[in-house]
């Protein structure tokens, strides 16, 4: 149905959209039972770059949310941090 000669127009990941904006995405931190709060901050402070008032908000909001945006990036900006995230066996996702 609807018009055969539109074009999809949801940019692919990695790539610019049409508009030549780049497509951002974000690295995203979700809730586990295993990690302390101050393990968590620490990570996020060494590792994104978060100060520790930003780091102790978004580890709280993991906590009562279930997940939190940390980090807004393209695809390629975002994988060495979310490699390193999970490399401290913190759960992450670029979404």
Avoid: W
Avoid at 3 to 18: E, L, V, Y
Avoid at 34 to 56: N, P
């Amino acid at each position: 149905m609807g018009n055969s000669n539109k074009s999809d127009t949801k940019a692919k990941p990695g790539k610019k959209t049409d508009s030549g904006e780049e497509n951002f995405r974000f690295l995203v931190l979700h809730n586990d039972d295993h990690h302390t709060f101050d393990y968590v901050i620490e990570c996020l402070v060494k590792i994104c770059g978060h100060s520790s008032i930003q780091a102790e908000q978004c580890t709280y909001m993991v906590h009562y949310k279930g997940s939190c945006d940390i980090l807004k990036g393209t695809y390629v900006y975002l994988a060495p941090y979310y490699k390193a995230m999970a490399e401290k066996e913190l759960i992450v996702s670029i979404e």
